[in-house]
């Protein structure tokens, strides 16, 4: 895939257009980069199938853009910026992640102090030298001094919903070697954490497969093209990096010892831990080859991930719940494990963005987009005017919108197609906690969703507030990724959880679980202890081109590792269920 080396150079590009104050550019070259992003097609099988018209056919890329593609699918380079790089010569991909730090300003600190790298940074800010530039100050220096804090300790963590696709044609490639009898992805990824550190990848064979099979695997293992470089290689193990930048381990296991390999590097580590204590304490040996009793140290009892827990006494637990379970003390929420919200549990999604505001796409595309989903409705919540750059939508714009739903409504329908489409709005939360469009529009709505895009640095008691008051609105009946986190790039505005947990449901709000991969807002503990006190949740997307819906997944494997029911979640339900417990 080279859909993440594009957007990184497309977006490059986007700033240094920027440094040079170029008009207008930068916002195209951003945009095509956020949409090679998170496309679901490889831009080199566009390219290979339809040439440079299928490229132009992609939103936003024009004439200019689709050739610069070309070029780098070709020559693995871009000669704009290489050209940029050789005179602006500063690592923009990293310093670009501190939050605060625009290209402008990149531009500066490098113009006047040098500053090319992070460790640079690092040191201007140990010896004070940034507050004295103008225009930045001491408050400035501050707080870029905690985004670089955040950044070293979040750094090499991958997020897995934008590595997924390429993880999954990884382990098919594996799956397909000779001799590989199964392939599986195990660790952090398997129990879809929001980040991976590494990948780990399971391999099994036979039981009687032969040394020469093994090699054949480790070596066909290391010479796949996604391989880069390779640190380590045993008799049936191998770490690589690979070219996407993140680290593989690939361990091989024979069939009969593969049930307790794949509990092992599944992981959680504590989850394994308390396991092994677990063994012992019932006269057995757990470890990655297996589970053995007492009487014989070599005879596996257990040949399955399902008969080791059983053997031990315990339920089986879904890899997203074993961070939960690491202890007795967990397995008073062992009966919440039978009703698990599960994939494939959704009748629709309830955050989409159109191209009335700053999606991609139109009404009609992620009405269609939806039946493929198999959803029953989708609530359209295009942004709400303050965000100027998305286009929000002003009164008058609203209700040219539910006009427009009503039409494709009837025309679906007259198509035979059963899908609807509700009228929603992602209505900023103001400062004050009022709301961006007035109660006579909101009034008009199948549902109304809030969200907080500015002012984040509030302090504890007053961004509390701010939501409580969103929430007391009778109107309002979610609240769209509550924390407003960036994974890797912007910390959880200051809440106060428990209380908003609280008003949620004194209010009767839906807290919202946000799928979008560097969202996932609410994050897992958030959703046990609102699932723990019967909040209302919903699950959604968040998509602003139907290429986004497919990242569902990561929003309902979130709400399973914070042990949320179904019933917890309300658009499982039917739609006129659904409107009728959400709606206040
Ligand atoms: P990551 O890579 O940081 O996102 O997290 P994991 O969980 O994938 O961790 P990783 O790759 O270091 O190891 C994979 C699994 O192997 C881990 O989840 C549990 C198991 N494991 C690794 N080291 C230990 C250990 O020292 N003790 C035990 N009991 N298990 C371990
Ligand atoms: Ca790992
Ligand atoms: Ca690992
Ligand atoms: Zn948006």
Redesign the pocket.
Known sequence: MNNQELAKVFSEIAQYLEMEEIPFKPQAYEKVSETLGTMSQDISDVYKQGGLGAVEEIPGVGENIAKKIEEYLKTGKVSLLEEYKKKIPIDINNLSKIEGLGPKRMKRLYDELGIRTINDLDEAIKEQKIRDLTGFGEKSEDQISIALDFFKSHHG?FILGFAYDEIQSLKNRVGAIPGVRQAEI????R?M?E??????ILVMVDNAAAKKTIDGIVQAFSSLPEVRHIYASGESKVSVRLESGYDA?LRIFKRDEYAAGLL??????EH??WL?KLAIENGMKLNEYGLFSKSSQTAIIAKTEKGIYRQLGLPYFPPETRERFVSEKGLENRERLDDLIDYGDLKGDLQIQTSWSDGQNSIEECANQAIEMGYEYILITDHSKRLGVAHGLDARRARDQWREIDKINDKMSREGKKIRILKGIECDILRDGSLDLPDKILQELDLVGVSVHSYFNLPLAEQTKRIEKAMENKHVDIVFHPTARQINRREEINLDIPLIIKRAKETGTALEIDSFPDRLDLRDDYIYQAAKEGVKLVIDSDSHSIDHFRYIRFGIAQARRGLALKKNVLNTQSVDDCLKTLQK
């Open positions: 963590r195990a660790g952090s990824a129990r954490k980040t991976i550190g590494d990948l780990d381990d092992y590097f599944t992981g959680s580590k394994n831990i092994r």
